[in-house]
Nanobody, 120 residues
Framework: QVQLVESGGGLVQPGGSLRLSCAAS????????MGWYRQAPGKQRELVAV???????NYVDSVEGRFTISRDNAKNTVYLQMNSLKPEDTAVYYC??????????????WGQGTQVTVSS
């Protein structure tokens, strides 16, 4: 079974930092793009940041300069370093990966989500 397991969410004050991690496990042959999405209450899920297997990254405008996405291909893990957090960053953050596994080919995989709350 192929799965993504996230960690690192929590409660932080405005201006603080958090680092999210997401590890892929199971019968994985290859991982292409990995990324982070978020969904705030009453809003649609939005793309936060994405990174290719070669390390090229893109961000939504609202987090540009504050968040950094990175990955360790040897560990099948993607990270999201979040600095200068704002209350509007409060959301459930989901990891996503485009994965190729034994007997299944390429497919889109989601993590279970981790809550990030920015509040004083």
């Amino acid at each position: 079974q192929v799965q993504l397991v996230e960690s690192g969410g929590g409660l932080v004050q405005p201006g603080g930092s958090l680092r999210l991690s997401c590890a892929a496990s199971g019968s994985i042959l290859d991982i292409n793009t990995m990324g982070w999405y978020r969904q705030a209450p009453g809003k649609q899920r939005e793309l936060v940041a994405v990174i290719t297997s070669g390390g090229t990254s893109n961000y939504v405008d609202s987090v540009e300069g504050r968040f950094t996405i990175s990955r360790d291909n040897a560990k099948n893990t993607v990270y999201l370093q979040m600095n200068s957090l704002k209350p509007e960053d409060t959301a459930v953050y989901y990891c996503n990966a485009h994965v190729r596994s034994y007997g299944r080919g390429w497919f889109n995989l989601w993590g279970q989500g981790t809550q990030v709350t920015v509040s004083s």
